[in-house]
């Protein structure tokens, strides 16, 4: 059974910095491409980040690059997602998703989510 | 970027209406589409890929069509369990889009 249970969301000051976390499990992890999705508060979804499963490729929304960073650490089949310079904008639940090819494909299963607030 | 525009927004129907939502992208996809249904609280799920092949485990009255740059997401007898969010999303390019959401609520 395909399971992704993301961590490390909490509430940072703008201008502050946070890493998320997607443990998983349930499938070659290195065969998969993995992404990470957010939602803010009453809004749309919207793609932000996404890396091949070789972990060679990253790929990144126009509103994330530049201050956030994916990777995978795929001894320990985790994704990750570095947040940096982090505004009010960026406050969000935040999903990880697993991608049906290794560099393609729907978002097939989805973690839980972890809600990240940028607030002084 | 791709946009992706999906129509209507909100959408209020009756338990057995037969319910079509449409998604518009803004240069062609070609079938590199999928939909998602998500509730409340909870994390969006897979209903359809590839425009119109279903999800293992999703029932049969989901359905989708088209290619290109109109695409139809369609529940053939709307039940309880259906009232969500639905959106669209494509997958031809490295930067992938959503649609901005349909509601489908209780008439």
């Known amino acids: 059974e395909v399971q992704l249970l993301e961590s490390g969301g909490g509430l940072v000051q703008p201008g502050g910095s946070l890493r998320l976390s997607c443990a998983a499990s349930g499938f070659t992890f290195n065969n998969y491409a993995m992404t990470w999705v957010r939602q803010a508060p009453g809004k749309g979804l919207e793609w932000i980040s996404a890396?091949?499963?070789?972990?060679?490729?990253?790929y990144y929304a126009d509103s994330v690059r530049g201050r956030f960073t994916i990777s995978t650490d795929n001894s320990g089949n985790t994704l990750f997602l570095q947040m940096n310079s982090l505004s009010a904008e960026d406050t969000a639940v935040y999903y990880c998703?697993?991608?049906?090819?290794?560099?393609?494909?729907?978002?097939?299963?989805w973690g839980q989510g972890t809600l990240v607030t940028v607030s002084s | 970027d791709i946009q992706m525009t999906q129509s209507p927004s909100t959408l209020s129907a009756s338990i057995g209406d037969r319910v079509t939502i449409t998604c518009r992208a803004s240069q062609s996809i070609s079938g590199w589409l999928a939909w998602y249904q998500q509730k409340p609280g909870k994390a969006p799920k897979l209903l359809i890929y590839?425009?119109?092949r279903l999800q293992s485990g999703v029932p049969s009255r989901f359905s989708g069509s088209g290619s290109g740059t109109e695409f139809t997401l369609t529940i053939s007898s709307l039940q309880p369990d259906d009232f969500a969010n639905y959106y669209c999303?494509?997958?031809?390019?490295?930067?992938?889009?959503f649609g901005g959401g349909t509601k489908v609520e209780i008439k």
């Open positions: 890396i091949r499963g070789s972990g060679f490729n990253t």
């Open positions: 999303q494509q997958y031809s390019s490295y930067s992938l889009t």
């Open positions: 590839q425009a119109s």
């Open positions: 998703a697993k991608r049906g090819g290794e560099n393609s494909g729907p978002f097939d299963f």
